[in-house]
């Protein structure tokens, strides 16, 4: 008995601490032993690594969307930021060859704070929600690539800059990884912070948060400007290892926010986790590896994120406190 009861409370612990993310966590261990019993070499050193780099773009870009998302908006934008800097970079280069890839790589980052600033002060000064901002933001870049482009974009990005997309440290850890490890972690560092806090309790409840003294106005353009930084540092690697085209960031603002739902993320902000939402991306990923590998046809990809985010969504809505409820009535008082 006092076995079972020691067991019953280490198992409540283990659940609490893993929060509402606990569900995306056993999924993702499910996937990744699916995928092991699918291909026997899945975990070899050089195809697992391979299998992160794919997946660090839509990390970093679910890590800013959970920023945006937790204090109560959406970012739909992100997508085409990285369209647009994966084109923005080949122009560059096409006019100046010889351009040092840290300073290319750095206006990105920068064109990325500008759009997600722009995004910012829009939805908070000027009360558009944010779902019709960045749709807007969001035509506007593919509009203007596509003007500029004429839908076939010209020029190449030189070997120094796709290093970050293709390229290894140390001769065998795949850069992408780095990137997404250090994205991850600054991050996680962001949320224990008295901004991170701050980001929550805006999307948990605005007018509470400004009553304490929160500047809620500002802590949302922040989030923006660090979800179109994102975005722009995706756009180097996917510009590293995909080669430059105009349909390089296409659909990347519905994987970012269906791997944070799947991560349990409120939509509507103030609950989740952001490692929850990292590994909501990880989870996505590995579903689709998994389908490629299963030969599923990869046109059915939208139709699972539709179903995902429709399922997450539904069973976060769902009153679970009155099923309960419902379940302790019918047993006599006794819970079940």
Not at 21 to 50: H, K, M, S
Not at 68 to 90: K, M, N, Q, R, Y
Request: glycine content about 14%; some cysteine; proline content about 3%.
């Amino acid at each position: 008995m006092t076995t079972a009861t020691a067991t019953g409370a280490t198992y409540k612990r283990v659940v609490r601490s893993l929060g509402t993310g606990a569900p995306v966590y056993a999924l993702l261990a499910v996937l990744l032993v699916l995928l092991a019993v699918t291909d026997i070499g899945f975990y070899e050193p050089d195809r697992f690594l391979a299998f992160v780099k794919r997946a660090a773009p839509l990390v970093i870009l679910a890590a800013g969307q959970y920023l945006v998302i937790v204090c109560g908006e959406f970012d739909l934008s992100v997508g085409a930021i990285v369209t647009a800097g994966v084109v923005a970079a080949a122009e560059v280069y096409g006019s100046f060859p010889d351009a040092p890839w840290l300073i290319v790589a750095s206006g990105l980052l920068l064109a990325g704070a500008l759009a997600g600033l722009v995004n910012g002060l829009i939805t908070t000064w000027l009360r558009v929600p944010s779902f019709i901002t960045t749709l807007g933001m969001m035509l506007i870049l593919e509009g203007a690539v596509f003007y500029w482009t004429g839908g076939s974009p010209h020029g190449q990005l030189p070997q120094d800059f796709r290093q970050l997309g293709r390229g290894t440290a140390l001769g065998w850890l795949p850069w992408a990884v780095v990137a997404c490890l250090a994205a991850g972690a600054l991050a996680v560092l962001l949320m224990r912070s008295d901004f991170g806090r701050t980001l929550v309790a805006t999307g948990d409840s605005e007018r509470t948060a400004a009553l304490s003294g929160v500047r809620v106005h500002r802590a949302r353009v922040i989030a923006f400007v660090l979800s179109g930084v994102a975005a722009a540092l995706a756009a180097v690697l996917v510009g590293g290892f995909s080669g430059v085209s105009a349909q390089a960031g296409r659909g990347y603002e519905f994987e970012a926010i269906t791997a944070v739902v799947l991560g349990g993320v409120v939509l509507g902000g103030g609950r989740g986790s952001v490692v929850a939402a990292m590994a909501g991306a990880f989870s996505l990923q590995a579903l689709f590896t998994l389908l490629n590998l299963r030969g599923v046809s990869g046109a059915l990809e939208s139709t699972v994120q539709g179903v995902i985010v429709i399922a997450a969504v539904g069973i976060g809505a769902a009153d679970w406190s009155r099923l309960r409820r419902r379940r302790t009535n019918s047993s006599g008082g006794t819970p079940t």
